[in-house]
């Protein structure tokens, strides 16, 4: 912002002719200073190269310069509740964060197809048959080509009719290939301090100040807010002699400091989790989950094949402690 500043006005002098503006506005100051001080001020951004370094630096300043400062940055505390609320997600590919999806029924022999009915007939002795449902794939491993598995019976998965089938091994992969995560927010009030140096006459940091200032005012809104710093604000401290700075043969150089202010948002992925498809229960349990509600499931969910129904609630409210 500050760089885009700088260089527009040296290719746009009238900008500065507008920053400027109350030097030939009021009349007194007009007298006194008016057009003339403008037309220095274009000369000595025109013959003056204008540094921006960011802070802190190991090597010596060259003046003019403009010096930028990460500040403080203080969480809201009003907003430092938002990520528990939030219903942000993304879907994340098993490639891109390294935990590939394993494999729900190893590649096993099947006993057979059946181009009518659409039955690939298995054996149920194979380890991790009874946590196949449908909607899952049934996969040929070595190609990779898959079909997703319409029904599941006690010796048969139920894929699309008349295929020619010419696998020979196959497998079961889940229905979703993918991770989600959910995304949590917060939110921080940066801030930054923006330090212009001048040596010699005092005249050339108020310039200096002039410009960066503008530059501020007339970006803030297309390259901070339009990026995320938001609700900014901006504030002016005193002319101070640089104590940073010792000119030949006691050279003075001053300096000014802008303070700008803002709201950003930080946020974080939580951990990757796969989507339940079955819920398989040992000791004897049946599969599925039952959760207990004083309302009955909603009219989309089919008891017959879900794998979760709430048990509705029919105590008496007389009985209720």
């Known amino acids: 912002?500050?760089?885009?500043?700088?260089?527009?006005?040296?290719?746009?002098?009238?900008?500065?002719?507008?920053?400027?503006?109350?030097?030939?506005?009021?009349?007194?100051?007009?007298?006194?200073?008016?057009?003339?001080?403008?037309?220095?001020?274009?000369?000595?951004?025109?013959?003056?190269?204008?540094?921006?370094?960011?802070?802190?630096?190991?090597?010596?300043?060259?003046?003019?310069?403009?010096?930028?400062?990460?500040?403080?940055?203080?969480?809201?505390?009003?907003?430092?509740?938002?990520?528990?609320?939030?219903?942000?997600?993304?879907?994340?590919?098993?490639?891109?964060?390294?935990?590939?999806?394993?494999?729900?029924?190893?590649?096993?022999?099947?006993?057979?197809?059946?181009?009518?009915?659409?039955?690939?007939?298995?054996?149920?002795?194979?380890?991790?048959?009874?946590?196949?449902?449908?909607?899952?794939i049934l996969v040929d491993p070595s190609t990779g080509v898959g079909h997703v598995i319409k029904e599941v019976l006690g010796d048969a998965l139920v894929i699309e009719e008349g295929l020619s089938i010419t696998a020979s091994q196959f497998a079961v992969v889940p229905e979703f290939q993918f991770y989600k995560a959910r995304i949590e927010h917060t939110f921080f009030m940066d801030s930054y301090n923006i330090g212009c140096h001048a040596h010699g006459d005092v005249q050339t940091l108020i310039w200096l100040h002039t410009i960066v200032l503008y530059a501020i005012l007339r970006y803030r809104e297309s390259l901070l807010e339009g990026n995320g710093f938001a609700e900014s604000s901006v504030s002016n401290g005193e002319i101070l002699e640089d104590p940073a700075y010792e000119g030949p043969n006691g050279e003075q150089a001053y300096a000014r400091f802008i303070t700008i202010t803002g709201q950003v948002e930080n946020t974080w992925i939580k951990s990757p989790r796969r989507f339940i498809e079955n819920v398989a229960l040992k000791d004897g349990n049946t599969g599925g989950i039952k959760v207990l509600s004083n309302l009955d499931a909603p009219p989309i969910v089919n008891k017959e094949d879900e794998n979760w129904f709430t048990v509705e609630d029919d105590v008496d409210d007389e009985e209720e402690t």
């Open 1 to 136: 912002m500050v760089d885009l500043g700088i260089e527009e006005m040296r290719k746009n002098p009238w900008l500065i002719d507008h920053a400027l503006e109350s030097l030939t506005k009021i009349p007194y100051i007009a007298d006194k200073y008016g057009q003339k001080n403008i037309d220095a001020c274009k000369e000595w951004l025109a013959n003056n190269r204008i540094n921006v370094y960011m802070r802190p630096r190991n090597d010596k300043d060259e003046l003019p310069c403009i010096t930028i400062y990460p500040g403080q940055t203080p969480e809201k505390d009003g907003m430092k509740h938002m990520g528990d609320a939030s219903t942000e997600s993304v879907i994340l590919k098993p490639q891109e964060i390294g935990k590939p999806i394993n494999y729900i029924v190893k590649p096993f022999t099947p006993e057979g197809y059946d181009p009518i009915t659409g039955e690939v007939f298995v054996n149920n002795s194979i380890k991790g048959m009874d946590s196949v449902v449908k909607g899952q």
